[in-house]
């Protein structure tokens, strides 16, 4: 197995063993030959389109579905991956069938035929060692990182009626130049660009779903301790999964609890209305088996990331995966045709659960997200305007179980008191319940939401430069320290990267996927960088 896609990977190099992460080496080499299946579903269907013929709406929800399962800490499953896979064949070659006249280009990803027994070979030609150029390689994978968070967040906003084929054909034409062994440098690197605007689409898609379907994210304050019922906890990203729970469960005497991305549901009107949702138990995804443990009823995983429970885990019986995640053993709830989840056995589950263990006790706030922060336009201009708030910062991003990571606490409390915090993803929870207080009522720290609401900090932003008549985004008074972790903070940066947002910090390491000679265009062009001391970094900002 070869994989570097995440901030974890082994040595800061690249899996080659066992994945930091838990991944078993069959399951990379699995994941690989779905990506190389994706990518000749996807090499057809643009050849289709070139050519003016139809294609299969089938491709749609195949390739989103398989780019997200391959995203760090999703699927462990081999045989939903084994799955995909056959299925994924079957669409090329009905693809392959439709484009009888075309001259077809003559890829490995063509030619394969899926049989199974030749899995073990068949990866070695299609992984991420294929191109040999490390710069090549470098570009592709950055784009096909990009784009794993890309199908992420529009897996979402699909599920809750939002869709885009504009953004499906992007993504097919984009595989499709990967997989040709002749790409060049150029070329990728409009790609990564290109990559980084379609980022934009599909978040801001997001950000219209969530808000058309749970109304605009209000503040919030958010109970982190627990009641006496017993409680279902739900992490992930999925809003319409956490609905389908919340209608079910009402007046069951069970109670709803939020676990890492999943906090921002609190601060949706339509899904803060249940009053069974009663708070968000534990911190972000890496310090689950503690608080799954400690937590005591059924827990439901809408999305990544999940820990690999340990042997003697007591919670393995309760967990439950859904959507692009699985996890050998664990029962996995499908979709219905009606596009609904049918949480009786996770709710039968609850019924003989505990009441959650109290490990903490108080309250969180969060909210802040584009629409909340607009209506507090006037006071936020007025205190940059008289001195009281010189800086924000953009501290959004993953959280992760390095050690590194303190960093981003200490950072956050050696903050001068007149900066202000922008946050959304799970990097929150290193600083999001420190007792920061607020400058002229407003809390230094504003949560967003969840890692895609970081549209949400753009779109602030964006505000922020009309109302101060600044002719570039750089020159309003923001910093940029992001934590990373796995790829849907790669499209982030993408995203931001296209609105033309520089000098972006990003830690606590920089990805391995990025060769020496990319990652040098990328701090030459857009002033990247990493991390170093936190005394250091506070003077790099400015502050
Ligand atoms: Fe965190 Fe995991 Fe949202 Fe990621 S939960 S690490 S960036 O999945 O997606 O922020
Ligand atoms: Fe290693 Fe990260 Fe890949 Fe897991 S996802 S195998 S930790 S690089």
Redesign the pocket.
Known sequence: MF????Q???NGT??VLK???G?QPQT?EYMDLLLAVVRGVSVVDSELRKAGKTTCDCVNDFVIDALFCTI?NANFDDDSIAARIEKGIEIRNKLMAKADGIALPDYEELKWNGDKSQYDKAYKKVGVLRTENEDIRSLKELTVYGLKGLAAYYEHAARLGFTDKELINFTCDALATITNPNAGQEELFNLVLETGKAGVKAMAMLDEANTKSYGNPEITKVNIGVGKNPGILISGHDLHDIEDLLKQTEGTGIDVYTHGEMLPAHYYPQLKKYKHLVGNYGNAWWKQREEFSSFNGPVVFTTNCIVPPLANANYKERMFTMNSTGFPGCKHIETGSDGHKDFTEVIEAARHSNAPTEIEHGEILGGFAHNQVLELADKIVEAVKNGDIKKFVVMAGCDGRMKSRNYYTDFAKALPKDAVILTAGCAKYKYNKLELGDINGIPRVLDAGQCNDSYSLAVIAMKLQEVFGLDDINKLPIAYNIAWYEQKAVIVLLALLSLGVKNIHIGPSLPAFLSANVAKVLVEQFGIAGITTVEDDLKIFGM
Do not use: N, P
């Not at 994989?3 to 995440?6: K, L, S």
């Open positions: 994989c570097y896609q995440c974890e990977t082994a690249g899996c994945g930091v992460c991944k990379s760090t």
